[in-house]
T-cell receptor, first 110, second 115 residues
Framework: GEDVEQSLFLSVREGDSSVINCTYT??????LYWYKQEPGAGLQLLTY?????DMKQDQRLTVLLNKKDKHLSLRIADTQTGDSAIYFC??????????FGTGTSLTVIP | NAGVTQTPKFQVLKTGQSMTLQCAQD?????MSWYRQDPGMGLRLIHYSVGAGITDQGEVPNGYNVSRSTTEDFPLRLLSAAPSQTSVYFCASSPSGGQSSYEQYFGPGTRLTVT
């Protein structure tokens, strides 16, 4: 399968910005996603970006895509304790087969 | 509108036993899929379906069977459970594959332990 890599842990102070990074290997990726998973729950789609875009902003979330380096990032502005969760990036070429990263566990320190 | 439902929430099996994990959605979604989530490995796609009567393999299909006789239901069968199948299983659905696939909704998961 395709490789999607993320760092496992990130800690930030409440009110700071969080940046979660992801790299992928499939140069044919068409769709790239960020999901959030809270303890004991399923995944919730946060945002997505198409491969022909460089940036997408949605309220406190900013997604940056560097297609040349196959690097995707999610920036959360003014991070709150409720943002503590595991964040997964995922990619898909066709929209039928999806490859997920290992997840980054974000801890927000009050 | 219940979204994506999964049963059971928890299950313990002995090696060699069989069981079916149930998944249902009430959103009239064409696309449904099954994932397993293991520590340090993220989610891996087991099988998916783009409509009733159509299924295909994902990244880790061995040891699992699926069928899609209705739009609403997409059960996952373990024919002979093995300890390596201990995992959390998630079902997901989407209006269709392709361009609308970003609208993927996940169920709450089934935690399976095989002893």
């Amino acid at each position: 399968g395709e490789d999607v890599e993320q760092s496992l842990f990130l800690s930030v102070r409440e009110g700071d910005s969080s940046v979660i990074n992801c790299t992928y290997t499939d140069s044919s990726s068409t769709y790239l996603y960020w999901y959030k998973q809270e303890p004991g729950a399923g995944l919730q789609l946060l945002t997505y970006i198409f491969s022909n875009m460089d940036m997408k902003q949605d309220q406190r979330l900013t997604v940056l895509l560097n297609k040349k380096d196959k690097h995707l990032s999610l920036r959360i502005a003014d991070t709150q304790t409720g943002d503590s969760a595991i964040y997964f990036c995922a990619e898909s070429e066709t929209g039928n087969q999806f490859y997920f990263g290992t997840g980054t566990s974000l801890t927000v320190i009050p | 509108n219940a979204g994506v439902t999964q049963t059971p929430k928890f299950q313990v099996l002995k090696t060699g036993q069989s069981m079916t994990l149930q998944c249902a959605q009430d959103m009239n979604h064409e696309y449904m899929s099954w994932y397993r989530q293991d520590p340090g490995m993220g989610l891996r796609l087991i099988h998916y379906s783009v409509g009733a009567g159509i299924t295909d393999q994902g990244e880790v299909p061995n040891g699992y069977n699926v069928s899609r006789s209705t739009t609403e239901d997409f059960p996952l069968r373990l024919l002979s459970a093995a300890p390596s199948q201990t995992s959390v299983y998630f079902c997901a659905s989407s209006p269709s594959g392709g361009q609308s696939s970003y609208e993927q909704y996940f169920g709450p998961g089934t935690r399976l332990t095989v002893t």
